[in-house]
């Protein structure tokens, strides 16, 4: 009977046994699974911006594969900050397997939520089977300094056109020495970035030389300052307000501030009247009906109502002429000083 009892005792510690460990293994099943990483993850090198691998798309063959790599930006990116990710992206694509993928695309996003959604990207580099190279898109927007620093070269004829043929930034920009570059006095440019407004600074200097105009007459001080307001609002959209310093001999000869509302309403067709005048006076030589001089006199007056019908527009404390512009026809100081 003892004997009899023993077994059953036996069984029955076994059975707990089973139950214990099914339980325990139900319990686990239940716990929720840990975070995994999704992709490979490049090793990221310093001066590239950091990025996370959210979705790596292969399909095809080994040796003709797709890929599509999905990328969340691990931090706020400037728009030409971001080609250096683009180029190290495309090369890991490239180099990660034996044999080079058919066709890729990498999209980068603000965020991995944006990555796994398919959001639009901020920026893009792809390569078409049968394309030699990859081609990028650049959806990231100019900052305030960043925008009028690049509206200011231009107006100076100092920016570099963006190669067509170059979309990824992947050629080295040719260094270009320019004739001012060591000049003493140079255009300077404040930026106010609260207020979406700049103060530009400009010297009148004899062409090539880093020295001033002899004589400055007011339209040709003038006609520098209306083709540079028409620049800088052009290539600058959030721009709301310019002031403009001409300097000759060290001193202020003139001074203005025009925000875009008064440049939209009053003075954006400034250089188009004076331009479309100069046509009709070309006519009048055509049909010598005025000689040179007569001409040039004409274009000169026309040139002086324009600018100051434009500064009538303009709050007066707004407005500084000096009487040291002269009012002599021609004269030096049209775009004197931008050099390249």
Request: charged fraction near 25%.
């Amino acid at each position: 009977m003892r004997s009899r009892n023993l077994r059953g005792v036996a069984s029955a510690t076994s059975l707990l046994a089973v139950a214990l460990v099914a339980l325990a293994s139900c319990q686990n099943d239940n716990k929720p699974a840990g975070p995994t990483a999704c992709c490979d993850q490049p090793k990221i090198p310093p001066g590239v911006p950091a990025f996370t691998v959210v979705r790596d798309e292969v399909t095809g063959p080994t040796d003709g594969q797709d890929v599509k790599l999905h990328v969340a930006l691990k931090q706020k990116t400037k728009r030409d900050d971001i080609y250096p990710a683009l180029q190290f992206l495309y090369r890991y694509a490239m180099t990660r397997n034996t044999f080079e993928p058919t066709t890729f695309l990498g999209a980068f996003y603000k965020t991995e939520g944006d990555a796994q959604t398919g959001a639009n990207p901020v920026a893009k580099i792809w390569r078409e089977h049968g394309d030699k190279g990859p081609k990028c898109e650049n959806a990231i927007p100019l900052e305030f300094p960043e925008e009028v620093d690049k509206a200011f070269q231009h107006s100076l004829g100092r920016d570099t056109p963006e190669d067509l043929e170059d979309t990824c930034h992947l050629n080295e920009k040719k260094k270009v020495t320019r004739v001012d570059a060591n000049f003493k006095h140079q255009p300077t440019m404040k930026v106010d970035d609260a207020k979406k407004a700049v103060e530009v600074t400009y010297p009148y200097l004899e062409a090539g030389k880093d020295e001033y105009v002899k004589s400055l007459s007011f339209n040709a001080a003038m006609t520098y300052w209306a083709e540079f307001l028409t620049g800088m609002f052009a290539k600058a959209p959030e721009l709301q307000q310019v002031t403009y310093n001409g300097i000759l001999d060290d001193q202020p000869v003139l001074k203005i501030t025009v925000t875009r509302q008064e440049f939209d309403q009053h003075l954006s067709t400034v250089q188009e009247t004076i331009s479309s005048y100069a046509a009709i006076t070309f006519a009048k030589l055509g049909l010598h009906k005025t000689d040179d001089k007569g001409a040039m006199k004409d274009q000169e007056q026309q040139k002086t109502k324009t600018y100051m019908a434009a500064l009538s527009f303009i709050p007066k404390d707004r407005v500084f002429v000096s009487p040291k512009l002269t009012k002599a026809t021609g004269g030096g100081g049209g775009k004197k000083g931008k050099g390249k």
